[in-house]
């Protein structure tokens, strides 16, 4: 059964850095592509990076220029380094995984984890 474990939010001020990690296991498909996304209260999930081996990455404009994805497939594990972060960057925010099978891509979530960007 596939697993996500997401580690590195919490609690960051104003201009502040975060990292966030997250590991998949449990899958012997190969990994298509691995993304973060965001959801606020009150909002809909909104994509914040992806990378997967068709397309180049993709950001969401609000995070250029101050979040970076990286991807290691030989470990399974998606990072998101945050910098400059803004209020309006709390979220609870969710690690994506894409496995490639003969069937398809198949999608799955972690668990999310908290970021919030307060004084």
Not at 42 to 58: D, F, H, I, M, Y
Request: net charge positive; glycine share 10%; with cysteine.
């Amino acid at each position: 059964q596939v697993q996500l474990v997401e580690s590195g939010g919490g609690l960051v001020q104003p201009g502040g850095s975060l990292r966030l990690s997250c590991t998949a296991s449990g899958s012997s498909f190969s990994i298509y592509g691995m993304g973060w996304y965001r959801q606020a209260p009150g909002k809909q999930r909104e994509l914040v990076a992806v990378n997967t081996n068709s397309r180049p990455t993709n950001y969401a404009d609000s995070v250029k220029g101050r979040f970076t994805i990286s991807r290691d497939n030989a470990q399974a594990t998606v990072s998101l380094q945050m910098n400059s972060l803004k209020p309006e960057d709390t979220a609870v925010y969710f690690c994506n995984v894409k496995f490639l099978s003969p069937l398809g891509v198949h999608d799955y979530w972690g668990q999310g984890t908290q970021v919030t960007v307060s004084s």
